[in-house]
C-alpha cells in the first residue's frame, strides 16, 4: 500500500484553542484526500476532503490546506470543543483513484 | 437512517473457524472496501470492488476472500482465522473513484 504517515501521534489543546493535525503522503499521483475522524468502537466519520488541484478548503470550523510540492496535508480545527476529541486519519486515493490508504491517526484530546 | 450496514456487530469465532463477515448498503455505490483495524492502529485496506471488478491489495493475506453477489452485498470470508486476525473489520462504499467513503460501525472480530 501506500505509505500515508502523520508527525504526532498525540495532540492536546485547551477547549476554545485552535488544533492543527498533520500528515505527509508519500504518491504524489494521489489526487483526493479525506480527513476522518474516528471514536472509539465506531466506523471512521468523514470530516473534509480535498483535490490535488485545490490548495485549500474550508468547512463548518474546519479547514484542509494541502502542498502539493512538500506532499503534506493539514487539518485545521478551529475553537476545539471536547466534542472534537477523537482519533484523526488522513487517507489518500493512491495510483488509480480507487484505494483509499490511510495514515497512522493522531488522538486528538481537547481539555475543558 | 443506516447507509452501510455490518453484520454482525460481534463475532467470536475459534482459532481455524472459517468465518465470514456481512456488509450491506443502500446508497447504489458502485465501489466497496474491506479494511482490516487493529487496536491503536490505521484501517488497513484489504480489497475493494468496482461495480464487479475484484481488486486485492498486493498484502492481503491469502486467507482472506470477498464476494460480492449484487450491488448492494459484500461480503468477508476468513477461511481459516489465526489469532492476529482478531481486528475491528470496516466496510465502506463510495459512488465512483475519488469520491467520498461511507463507512459503516464495523463488525469486531475476535479468535480464540
Known amino acids: 500500500g501506500e505509505s500515508v504517515g502523520l508527525h504526532l501521534p498525540t495532540l492536546s489543546v485547551q477547549e476554545g484553542d485552535n488544533s492543527i493535525i498533520n500528515c505527509a503522503y508519500s504518491?504524489?499521483?494521489?489526487?483526493?484526500f479525506i480527513w476522518y475522524k474516528q471514536e472509539s468502537g465506531k466506523g471512521p466519520q468523514f470530516i473534509i476532503d480535498?483535490?490535488?488541484?485545490?490548495d485549500k478548503r474550508q468547512g463548518q470550523r474546519v479547514t484542509v490546506l494541502l502542498n502539493k510540492t512538500v506532499k503534506h496535508l493539514s487539518l485545521q480545527i478551529a475553537a476545539t470543543q471536547p466534542g472534537d476529541s477523537a482519533v484523526y486519519f488522513c487517507a489518500e486515493t493512491g495510483n488509480t483513484g480507487n484505494q483509499f490508504y490511510f495514515g497512522t491517526g493522531t488522538s486528538l484530546t481537547v481539555i475543558p | 437512517d443506516a447507509m452501510v450496514i455490518q453484520n454482525p456487530r460481534y463475532q467470536v469465532t475459534q482459532f481455524g473457524k472459517p468465518v465470514t463477515l456481512s456488509c450491506s448498503q443502500t446508497?447504489?455505490?458502485?465501489?466497496m472496501y474491506w479494511y482490516q483495524q487493529k487496536s491503536s492502529q490505521a484501517p488497513k485496506l484489504l480489497f475493494h470492488?468496482?461495480?464487479?471488478?475484484?481488486?486485492n491489495e498486493a498484502d492481503t493475506p491469502d486467507n482472506f476472500q470477498s464476494r460480492r453477489p449484487n450491488t448492494s452485498f459484500c461480503f468477508l470470508d476468513i477461511r481459516s482465522p489465526g489469532l492476529g486476525d482478531t481486528a475491528m473489520y470496516l466496510c465502506?462504499?463510495?459512488?465512483?473513484?475519488?469520491?467520498?467513503?461511507?463507512f459503516g460501525p464495523g463488525t469486531r472480530l475476535t479468535v480464540t
Open positions: 470492488y468496482y461495480d464487479k471488478d475484484f481488486n
Open positions: 446508497l447504489n455505490h458502485n465501489v
Open positions: 465502506a462504499t463510495s459512488r465512483d473513484k475519488s469520491y467520498e467513503q461511507y
Open positions: 480535498i483535490r490535488s488541484n485545490m
Open positions: 504518491n504524489s499521483a494521489s489526487d483526493y
